[in-house]
């Protein structure tokens, strides 16, 4: 069964018959149970190295609603590594429901103080919990560094194999390392990058620069400068936060596409930018294919009644 879904315009156009501009969805948010979308992909060449690397411990970074460290969980429920996560801000009594799924997936969770957390491995929590478990291998937040984009680059592989036919791929971003994967796969074409983060004018330039790091030799940073497309005003106001006319989108799209769920934090804003392109006639391509990379359990930081998708 096809993953690759023609999706219905919100402005009422209908995108598989629509000459002028054809747009898909692959949702990738149903390819793994566990750790749907881009997040599998980001961890299974970490696991490759702690497993090599013989280590009985494995940490990474995520905040109290991170997708990364729901699928973190998930993923080392069932293998035989200890799981420790490292959460932005204090542990409140109550913990979020994704926490909640990590410790009762048997994760040990440290609470960390913003300004620590930035640190990452050279944090003093970090630094804490390594001299606990000396034998700890560290994944990035988000499943990030060169090995969570090698990945990735592997799935921009497995896509392009199942949909070659397209001439622009679109895709959400929030350490960009998902982006950096598909930048460096050849196959991809010209790549649209919506950031879902505000003020991040050094993520184009990682980007690139971890893209460049895993391309052919033959692949110079002009050509890869060249297929991409960097967007850093889609944010809707910030990271996770909603903007009406974005809350106005989302019912819209949900009712115009009753089998299609977007996530709350990356997707729905990336998509709002590409329709509202069409709509006004600036997308010059005929065929875009948009990468859903989940995260739909997120949806749960947020009030019921703000989520159109409930039921679908």
Same mark, same amino acid.
């Given at each position: 069964?096809?993953?690759?879904?023609?999706?219905?315009?919100?402005?009422?156009?209908?995108?598989?018959?629509?000459?002028?501009?054809?747009?898909?969805?692959?949702?990738? #948010?149903?390819?793994?149970?566990? !750790?749907?979308?881009?997040?599998?992909?980001?961890?299974?060449?970490?696991?490759?190295?702690? *497993? !090599?690397?013989?280590?009985?411990?494995?940490?990474?970074?995520?905040?109290?609603?991170?997708?990364?460290?729901?699928?973190?969980?998930?993923?080392?429920?069932?293998?035989?590594?200890?799981?420790?996560?490292?959460?932005?801000?204090?542990?409140?009594?109550?913990?979020?429901?994704?926490?909640?799924?990590?410790?009762?997936?048997?994760?040990?969770?440290?609470? =960390?103080? *913003?300004?620590?957390?930035?640190?990452?491995?050279?944090? #003093?929590?970090?630094?804490?919990?390594? =001299?606990?478990?000396?034998?700890?291998?560290?994944?990035?937040?988000?499943?990030?560094?060169?090995?969570?984009?090698?990945?990735?680059?592997?799935?921009?592989?497995?896509?392009?194999?199942?949909?070659?036919?397209?001439?622009?791929?679109?895709?959400?971003?929030?350490?960009?390392?998902?982006? !950096?994967?598909?930048?460096?796969? =050849?196959?991809?074409?010209?790549?649209?990058?919506?950031?879902?983060?505000?003020?991040?004018?050094?993520?184009?330039?990682?980007?690139? #620069?971890?893209?460049?790091?895993?391309?052919?030799?033959?692949?110079?940073?002009?050509?890869?400068?060249?297929?991409?497309?960097?967007?850093? #005003?889609?944010?809707?106001?910030?990271?996770?936060?909603? =903007?009406?006319?974005?809350?106005?989108?989302?019912?819209?799209?949900?009712?115009?596409?009753?089998?299609?769920?977007?996530?709350?934090?990356?997707?729905?804003?990336?998509?709002?930018?590409?329709?509202?392109?069409?709509?006004?006639?600036?997308?010059?391509? *005929?065929?875009?294919?948009?990468?859903?990379?989940?995260?739909?359990?997120?949806?749960?930081?947020?009030?019921?009644?703000?989520?159109?998708?409930?039921?679908?």
């Amino acid at each position: 069964m096809s993953i690759t879904h023609s999706i219905v315009l919100p402005y009422g156009r209908t995108a598989a018959v629509d000459q002028e501009c054809q747009l898909a969805i692959y949702r990738g #948010d149903l390819e793994h149970p566990s !750790a749907p979308g881009n997040k599998w992909h980001k961890l299974q060449h970490h696991l490759q190295a702690a *497993r !090599a690397q013989n280590v009985t411990t494995i940490g990474t970074f995520g905040g109290p609603f991170s997708n990364h460290l729901h699928a973190f969980g998930a993923t080392l429920k069932d293998l035989p590594f200890k799981a420790v996560a490292v959460v932005r801000g204090e542990l409140q009594p109550t913990l979020t429901p994704t926490l909640r799924d990590m410790a009762d997936q048997g994760v040990e969770l440290w609470p =960390s103080q *913003r300004k620590d957390f930035r640190l990452g491995e050279l944090s #003093d929590v970090a630094n804490c919990i390594t =001299s606990r478990h000396q034998d700890i291998y560290w994944i990035p937040e988000g499943g990030g560094g060169l090995l969570g984009a090698l990945g990735c680059r592997d799935w921009a592989e497995q896509i392009y194999a199942a949909n070659p036919d397209y001439d622009a791929w679109v895709v959400a971003s929030g350490t960009g390392t998902t982006a !950096a994967g598909f930048l460096a796969c =050849s196959h991809v074409p010209a790549l649209h990058v919506f950031s879902a983060l505000k003020g991040e004018p050094e993520q184009k330039a990682t980007i690139l #620069d971890v893209a460049d790091t895993l391309s052919d030799a033959c692949v110079s940073m002009s050509d890869l400068k060249g297929k991409l497309h960097f967007h850093g #005003d889609c944010h809707e106001g910030g990271y996770a936060k909603h =903007s009406q006319r974005l809350i106005d989108f989302m019912a819209e799209f949900a009712r115009c596409n009753p089998t299609e769920v977007l996530d709350p934090v990356y997707t729905c804003k990336a998509l709002r930018a590409v329709c509202q392109a069409i709509e006004t006639g600036q997308w010059p391509y *005929r065929r875009t294919l948009f990468i859903h990379t989940g995260g739909l359990q997120g949806w749960r930081g947020y009030p019921q009644s703000r989520n159109p998708f409930v039921g679908r």
